[in-house]
């Protein structure tokens, strides 16, 4: 009888503290969702250069297929980037395949979509796979590595990858 109250005992302490993590994974994420992906989206659908670059750390290193750039650099060619008048109207969406967390590090791995509208009334899609590790510098989370790409293993990510993840819901 001892053994059944030990390990009884032993079961609920170990789902307690599993529990009690996923309630902090989970209040993490909704953090960095209000702190970043939520700001990324409005300021990437805006073009709004200053607020994107505000969501990077300093020295952020981005990889991408066409360059790899670090800090400055890279803000730079987001702010030429952004200043750029362009005919298309895009909008960015996410869905997470998986969101680590520990201490003030995070590292987050999901699909992003772009749609394009362009003046007439047809839509051009994009997707793409992210990794993504943040940091949380003076208590906000900023983004330190950034790398994406728009295949994996030589096959083109599509609607379907994109609806495999998690997506991020509206604010």
Do not use: C
Not at 3 to 31: A, H, R
Not at 43 to 59: C, G, M, P
Request: proline share 2%.
């Amino acid at each position: 009888m001892k053994t059944i109250y030990s390990l009884l005992i032993i079961f609920i302490s170990v789902t307690s503290i599993f529990s009690q993590t996923k309630l902090e994974s989970t209040e993490i994420t909704k953090e960095i969702d209000q702190q970043v992906w939520f700001p990324f989206i409005k300021a990437y659908n805006s073009r709004d250069w200053k607020a994107f670059n505000d969501l990077q750390t300093n020295d952020v290193l981005r990889v991408n297929s066409y360059a790899m750039r670090i800090g400055s650099e890279y803000k730079e060619k987001i702010k030429e980037s952004f200043q750029r008048p362009v005919s298309n109207v895009e909008q960015i969406e996410f869905s997470f395949l998986e969101r680590m967390h520990k201490d003030n590090t995070a590292y987050e791995i999901g699909y992003y979509k772009v749609t394009y509208k362009k003046k007439n009334p047809k839509f051009k899609t994009h997707f793409g796979m992210f990794h993504v590790v943040l940091k949380k510098v003076n208590g906000v989370w900023l983004i330190a590595q950034d790398w994406d790409g728009s295949s994996v293993n030589g096959k083109p990510i599509t609607q379907e990858d994109f609806d495999r993840g998690q997506y991020l819901t509206k604010q």
